[in-house]
């Protein structure tokens, strides 16, 4: 079975420029999350998905991001404009139903750089 | 204080050696825990999951003290591919069910 994939691996970008993340998680995984890693700081939270729908986005750092869901399905998480600290790795994960086993199963990440 | 606090390492073992790892938790009502490994430029992978009771899974035992909010993940008889970072991860603190914090981590290299 298919882990969590994401697109792309490595992402070089310029200060004010947009950055689209994509996530397509473990198949008939309801749940999905997005972390953040920073370079020197611990894996952090940003949202959580149940199906389409936002259950909590209290980790997001402001408003140039702007993750979707359409369909519960794959995910975007969209870095507009891109500031010199948004430079990590993040992370997507995805898990089970509530009634199901609720491993976070993490995808590879993508490594953003913003320049 | 940082939710979740791990020795910060790093840790240089021979093989065949002991090795600890301890991390403390502030949210009291925070519900699971687990520990994750995370190799060199990879994600991180649930190694086990930490109960009151205690637990083990062949050279690996992983303990809970929530009264102390203290978690502790030993390995015994470590092996070269031990080598990795150990995550001190807790779920569901800050009032999110499903949300982890992950402590910074704590790297163990492990020579032959």
């Known amino acids: 079975e298919a882990g969590v994939t994401q697109f792309p691996s490595h992402s070089v970008i310029e200060k004010g420029q947009t950055v689209t993340l994509r996530c397509d998680p473990i198949s008939g995984h309801d749940n999905l999350y997005w972390y953040r890693r920073v370079m020197g700081k611990e894996i952090k939270f940003l949202l959580h998905?149940?199906?389409?729908?936002?259950?909590?986005e209290s980790g997001m750092p402001n408003n140039r991001f702007l993750a979707e869901r359409t369909g519960g399905t794959y995910s975007t998480l969209k870095v507009q404009p891109a500031e010199l600290e948004d430079s990590g790795v993040y992370f997507c994960?995805?898990?089970?139903?509530?009634?199901?086993?609720?491993?976070?199963?993490f995808g590879p990440g993508t490594r953003l750089l913003v320049l | 204080r940082k939710e979740v606090e791990q020795d910060p390492g790093p840790f240089n073992v021979p093989e065949g050696a002991t090795v600890a790892f301890n991390c403390t938790y502030s949210?009291?009502?925070?519900?699971?825990f687990f520990w994750y490994r995370q190799d060199c430029r990879k994600e991180p992978k649930l190694l086990m999951s930490?109960?009151?009771s205690g637990n083990e899974d062949g050279r690996f035992t992983a303990q809970l003290n929530r009264a102390s909010q203290y978690i502790s993940l030993l390995i015994r008889d470590s092996k070269l591919s031990d080598s990795a970072t150990y995550l001190c991860?807790?779920?569901?603190?800050?009032?999110?069910?499903?949300?982890?914090?992950f402590g910074k981590g704590t790297l163990l290299t492990v020579n032959p």
């Open positions: 994960a995805s898990s089970l139903p509530t009634w199901g086993d609720e491993t976070q199963y």
């Open positions: 998905f149940v199906k389409e729908s936002k259950q909590d």
């Open positions: 930490v109960y009151s």
């Open positions: 949210n009291s009502a925070s519900q699971s």
């Open positions: 991860v807790v779920e569901g603190s800050g009032g999110s069910n499903y949300k982890l914090t």
